[in-house]
């Protein structure tokens, strides 16, 4: 059959001449494909990398210290103690991932967020980051994970429990309007004595400026005790 095909093919191609040609061709059929996976799979590679490690815009600090000045600094406060990594929930005893369902069906702000900041804020906190030394709220702060201090100093130098310390702020990554116009971001402050409070915070730009516009008490720790003690 071979022989017959060769002999009705336009190029005359002998039988070892026609395994050449085929092993030729199954070879550049997989350099083609070498070359394809070269160029498709490190985009692949850092797309997957984009989802799962990705780094806080350094304007978003801006926001952070907005925060910080406005809702927890006083003229008291020496330190401020930070969580090292953002969180990637709302409630304290939060297991399930954030939803925009969850959102509508607590009517935040009086359901007035947009739809798409709730959606950017709950895509963005999936996972969580690491926050970096860029704060410029003007007072000393040190990060804590793992539950303790990172720099062995401050325990010496200043006391966790002294009250001159700010106990201890966790921030969640920052949400974003399709416009970008409007932001949300998710901070709590846990004290030592088990008492504590999580605010969902709104900023609206104002030309170049943000601004925090509103902000909102989503759950309080404490408050049971502290009422029973007062009584």
């Known amino acids: 059959m071979l022989h017959r095909l060769l002999s009705m093919s336009p190029w005359g191609l002998t039988e070892s001449n026609a395994c050449r040609y085929a092993a030729g061709m199954t070879k550049r059929a997989m350099v083609l494909v070498a070359a394809w996976l070269v160029c498709v799979a490190p985009d692949s590679a ?11 815009p350094a304007e978003d600090y801006g926001l952070y210290d907005q925060v910080v000045e406005q809702k927890f600094l006083t003229s008291q406060t020496k330190l401020v103690v930070l969580e090292r990594a953002t969180v990637t929930r709302i409630f304290p005893d939060q297991t399930e991932p954030m939803t925009e369902a969850l959102f509508h069906e ?17 895509g963005a906190n ?7 030394a860029r704060f410029q709220f003007g007072v000393r702060y040190r990060f804590m994970s793992a539950g303790s201090i990172e720099e062995p100093e401050v325990a010496s130098a200043l006391p966790v429990q ?11 990554r920052v949400g974003r309007s399709l416009r970008n116009d409007q932001v949300l971001l998710y901070v709590e402050n846990l004290r030592p004595d088990g008492t504590g409070a999580g605010f969902l915070v709104w900023f609206h730009r104002r030309d170049r400026s943000w601004i925090l516009a509103d902000t909102e008490v ?11 003690e007062d009584s």
């Not at 990398?49 to 990705?54: G, I, K, S, Y």
């Not at 607590?106 to 709950?122: A, C, K, N």
């Not at 002294?162 to 969640?172: G, K, T, Y």
């Open 106 to 122: 607590r009517d935040y702000f009086m359901g007035q967020l947009p739809t798409d900041l709730i959606r950017d804020f709950v």
């Open 162 to 172: 002294a009250s001159p310390v700010l106990d201890r702020l966790a921030f969640s």
């Open 46 to 56: 850092l797309a997957g990398e984009r989802e799962t490690v990705v780094g806080i």
């Open 218 to 228: 989503i759950w309080t720790l404490g408050e049971r005790q502290e009422n029973a």
């Open 126 to 132: 999936r996972t969580a980051s690491r926050l970096d």
